[in-house]
């Protein structure tokens, strides 16, 4: 059984967590300050460790570094007050793998364990995951003969069957959709529900009473009571399509749920329980979002603890003979047309292609070529690519200027002067509406907030 080291000052809290971890079978030995724990890991084959923040001599994040120096992999769960969550993010930072505020309950304790036990064990499957790339991986719906995306695959075999949380990370029209439904139907979960949400495609004001429902009565218009995604996705996974863009009032509760499994609806008060697998996407960087504010730092960690990013087309090209070959197959059946293929010259034409859509966009054309075409083998005539150039994934206002414009800053105006021009202009022709002046501009919606309150203005809502 899984050995548990427990790093705490206070005997009868120490007790506790030995008596509760042993009843649920594990092997646990206790230190009362960092520098017997560091003894005991000397002599003992530990698999977790537990530790408060606030020790005597050695203090909890000091004993942190220390372990992972000594062993980076091994998992350390840090324990903090409330008061110092702050605290709890640095320990992160440093290298814990989680941490629980005080008190906590001894069931949330177990299962922190039992997760990270369960990363543990997926991460050092994963150290041999290169090596046995050799064997083919294969998902319904999901065509991955690229080393890359085989890599994709493995990981996907091995996470699946946890309880992990997993953030997805590519480029718009890659496949996370497709990516996140497998892991939910190689899980322990396949018979629960697969219920998935996509954040920029509802307003703000109504985000909150989506994922977590709302009571008879919560606002005008709500005759009755109605749940929410979480409560529809219990014992089962829930997919949070474009994490990202989920407005900061909204974090602070989805890090509640992450770290508790428990939440009110909107104009309630009885707190409801949920088991719920959280499956989290973003074609956006997560951590220029934490540098800009727009996103929080411990919500972030709670999402990032299985990270899978999934490639570009245009780096798995070896792929596409294979996805096409895939999309003229259901395309054809769905049509009924008598098209046996792709001539070699059409497909040296769609590898040659830089897919700025990814997979999405290669989708569409095969879809438009087999409905279009009036031969029995797509040629290059029939595969219709779209040349015109694209904003590069990224792109910052100044660049958006450039390209939109062509313009300079004026002489003597800064280009952060410029840029707030910019946002002001975009915000006059959009009337008000951030979303719109958003897309103006080709940045996100909460950067746009968090641009207009550096610049003082006030964030009315729209």
Not at 104 to 124: A, N, Q
Not at 182 to 206: D, M, Y
Request: aromatic share 6%.
């Amino acid at each position: 059984m899984p050995t548990i080291l427990i790093v705490e000052d206070e005997a009868k809290m120490s007790r506790l967590l030995e008596l509760n971890l042993s009843e649920a079978g594990y092997v646990t030995h206790a230190a009362a300050d960092a520098e017997t724990g560091l003894k005991l890991l000397r002599q003992e084959k530990v698999d977790l460790v537990i530790t408060d923040l606030k020790l005597p001599g050695m203090d909890g994040l000091e004993f942190l570094q220390a372990v992972k120096r000594a062993d980076a992999r091994l998992p350390v769960v840090v324990m903090t007050a409330y008061g110092t969550v702050e605290t709890a993010v640095e320990a992160m930072k440093a290298g814990a793998s989680d941490y629980v505020l005080k008190p906590f309950s001894l069931e949330e304790m177990k299962l922190i364990v039992h997760k990270e036990l369960d990363v543990r064990h997926l991460r050092e499957e994963n150290r041999s995951l290169r090596e046995a790339l050799g064997k083919r991986y294969e998902f319904k719906n999901i065509v991955a003969r690229s080393a890359g995306m085989q890599e994709v695959l493995g990981t996907v075999e091995r996470v699946a069957p946890t309880n992990s949380t997993v953030l997805l990370g590519g480029e718009s029209g890659v496949g996370k959709d497709l990516i996140a439904r497998a892991i939910h139907q190689h899980s322990r979960r396949a018979s629960g529900p697969f219920v998935k949400i996509n954040c920029t495609a509802i307003p703000e004001n109504l985000l909150e009473s989506e994922l977590f429902g709302y009571e008879k009565g919560a606002f005008t218009g709500a005759v009755s009571a109605k749940p929410g995604k979480f409560e529809l996705a219990d014992k089962g996974t829930i997919f949070l399509d474009e994490i990202g863009d989920v407005p900061g009032s909204i974090q602070v509760k989805l890090l509640r749920v992450l770290q508790d499994r428990d939440f009110e609806r909107l104009g309630g008060t009885k707190t409801l329980k949920v088991d719920v697998r959280v499956v989290a996407a973003t074609n956006q960087d997560l951590r220029a979002a934490l540098e800009e504010g727009t996103f929080r730092e411990d919500l972030y960690y709670r999402l990032n603890v299985v990270p899978i990013n999934i490639p570009p087309l245009r780096e798995r090209k070896e792929d596409i003979p294979y996805l096409a070959d895939h999309f003229i197959e259901r395309f054809v059946r769905e049509s009924g047309k008598p098209i046996k293929g792709i001539t070699p010259a059409a497909q040296k034409l769609l590898m040659e292609f830089h897919w700025p859509g990814n997979v999405r966009e290669l989708e569409n054309i095969i879809e438009r070529a087999v409905a279009l075409s009036a031969v029995d083998m797509l040629d290059v005539a029939d595969i219709r690519l779209d040349l015109s150039p694209s904003k590069p994934a990224g792109a910052d206002l100044a660049s958006s200027a450039l390209s939109a414009g062509g313009a300079f800053p004026p002489p003597g105006m800064t280009l952060e002067q410029f840029e707030d021009e910019m946002i002001k202009e975009a915000v006059r022709r959009s009337n008000g509406n951030k979303s719109q002046a958003a897309r103006l501009l080709g940045i996100s919606r909460n950067a746009l907030r968090y641009r207009l309150a550096k610049m003082g203005v006030l964030d009315d809502a729209e």
